[in-house]
């Protein structure tokens, strides 16, 4: 229950025609200061002090990307329920609706931009796609890695362009897409908003270098992320400390393989990943890989092999650390 002071200063933050709607508008999803100036028709330095005021009050929270911010509703304490009552007691009149279409129109920019993209690369990804196994396969394996578990937030580490939290969005309440690229991650947003995925967000960031206040998870994800990487044991020493006592890491790599063409076209750093590297990395993080399933290539030799591992503590080891 919020203290009387604190639950006033929410009420005045609230109390205004613009910051109401500044609240319906990020219930649908983040939002920039351009995004919102676009659709409200309101100056740069007007809604940066709605914002502002918003963001006080605990009613919003903002996620710095370099010189760009996003803005989204807070999740947590008496401002995100507050807020969240409110949006939901909002009527559709004509303001609204007007919101709403040039949000629309905001929105379908960014996509054309988001397809644009895909375009550009849609050759290179098309050439990997035929060296390895079906997707379908491997994302049908990783819902089932987690079904009938209860999942209250899953980071997705290197998410590119947001796929395991399209994948998986019926498996957890809140899910958060780590990335440092901007265009992977404008792909991602769009991608969201077109599948009405609500309870996902994307943020840029480095995954060497989070900050744990960003967990604890009760799941982290890394689909097709650590072959980048010189020393794929030290990011998962890294990342693990966003990690609940009890959470788990699901992990999506490639298999050994002789194809050195992907370091110089596609900048891969390591050429696979064995079953004895995950098992020496896990134990070393007092996990243990409880799940491992491969997915050859239906290009045999000339493919690439997929496997997925699931990572987790065994029990004494979670009582001791309780």
Same mark, same amino acid.
């Given at each position: 229950?919020?203290?009387?002071?604190?639950?006033?200063?929410?009420?005045?933050?609230?109390?205004?025609?613009?910051?109401?709607?500044?609240?319906?508008?990020?219930?649908?999803?983040?939002?920039?200061?351009? #995004?919102?100036?676009?659709?409200?028709?309101?100056?740069?330095?007007?809604?940066?002090?709605?914002?502002?005021?918003?963001?006080?009050?605990?009613?919003?929270?903002?996620?710095?990307?370099?010189?760009?911010?996003?803005?989204?509703?807070?999740?947590?304490?008496?401002?995100?329920?507050?807020?969240?009552?409110?949006?939901?007691?909002?009527? #559709?009149?004509?303001?609204?609706?007007?919101?709403?279409?040039?949000?629309?129109?905001?929105?379908?920019?960014?996509?054309?931009?988001?397809?644009?993209?895909?375009?550009?690369?849609?050759?290179?990804?098309?050439?990997?796609?035929?060296?390895?196994?079906?997707?379908?396969?491997?994302?049908?394996?990783?819902?089932?890695?987690?079904?009938?578990?209860?999942?209250?937030?899953?980071? #997705?580490?290197?998410?590119?362009?947001?796929?395991?939290?399209?994948?998986?969005?019926?498996?957890?309440?809140?899910?958060?897409?780590?990335?440092?690229?901007?265009?992977?991650?404008?792909?991602?947003?769009?991608?969201?908003?077109?599948?009405?995925?609500?309870?996902?967000?994307?943020?840029?960031?480095?995954?060497?270098?989070?900050?744990?206040?960003?967990?604890?998870?009760?799941?982290?994800?890394?689909?097709?992320?650590?072959?980048?990487?010189?020393?794929?044991?030290?990011?998962?020493?890294?990342?693990?400390?966003?990690?609940?006592?009890?959470?788990?890491?699901?992990?999506?790599?490639?298999?050994?393989?002789?194809?050195?063409?992907?370091?110089?076209?596609?900048?891969?750093?390591?050429?696979?990943?064995?079953?004895?590297?995950?098992?020496?990395?896990?134990?070393?993080?007092?996990?243990?890989?409880?799940?491992?399933?491969?997915?050859?290539?239906?290009?045999?030799?000339?493919?690439?092999?997929?496997?997925?591992?699931?990572?987790?503590?065994?029990?004494?080891?979670?009582?001791?650390?309780?």
């Amino acid at each position: 229950m919020a203290e009387l002071t604190a639950l006033v200063n929410i009420l005045k933050a609230a109390g205004e025609d613009t910051r109401l709607r500044l609240l319906a508008l990020l219930a649908e999803g983040d939002h920039t200061v351009k #995004d919102l100036t676009e659709i409200l028709r309101q100056s740069q330095p007007r809604v940066s002090r709605h914002l502002k005021l918003l963001a006080d009050a605990g009613l919003v929270q903002r996620h710095a990307e370099g010189a760009w911010a996003y803005y989204s509703l807070t999740q947590h304490g008496a401002g995100a329920a507050l807020g969240r009552w409110l949006v939901e007691r909002l009527d #559709d009149g004509p303001e609204r609706r007007l919101d709403r279409e040039r949000q629309d129109s905001v929105r379908a920019a960014q996509q054309e931009q988001a397809a644009a993209f895909f375009a550009k690369v849609a050759g290179h990804w098309d050439q990997l796609r035929r060296l390895h196994a079906p997707e379908s396969a491997v994302e049908e394996a990783v819902v089932n890695a987690l079904a009938g578990q209860d999942v209250e937030l899953l980071i #997705d580490l290197g998410t590119g362009t947001g796929r395991m939290l399209e994948v998986l969005a019926d498996t957890y309440r809140r899910g958060i897409g780590i990335d440092s690229s901007r265009e992977m991650l404008g792909v991602a947003r769009a991608k969201l908003v077109t599948g009405a995925i609500g309870n996902a967000q994307v943020r840029l960031g480095d995954i060497t270098a989070m900050d744990a206040s960003v967990g604890p998870a009760d799941v982290l994800v890394l689909h097709q992320v650590l072959h980048y990487f010189d020393d794929p044991g030290r990011v998962l020493a890294q990342t693990a400390q966003l990690l609940s006592a009890d959470g788990q890491i699901l992990i999506v790599d490639f298999a050994p393989h002789e194809h050195e063409f992907l370091r110089i076209e596609q900048a891969h750093r390591r050429l696979g990943l064995s079953n004895e590297q995950l098992d020496d990395w896990a134990g070393a993080l007092g996990f243990t890989a409880d799940l491992v399933r491969e997915f050859p290539s239906e290009n045999g030799a000339r493919g690439l092999t997929v496997c997925l591992w699931r990572l987790t503590r065994p029990a004494e080891t979670i009582n001791i650390g309780n």
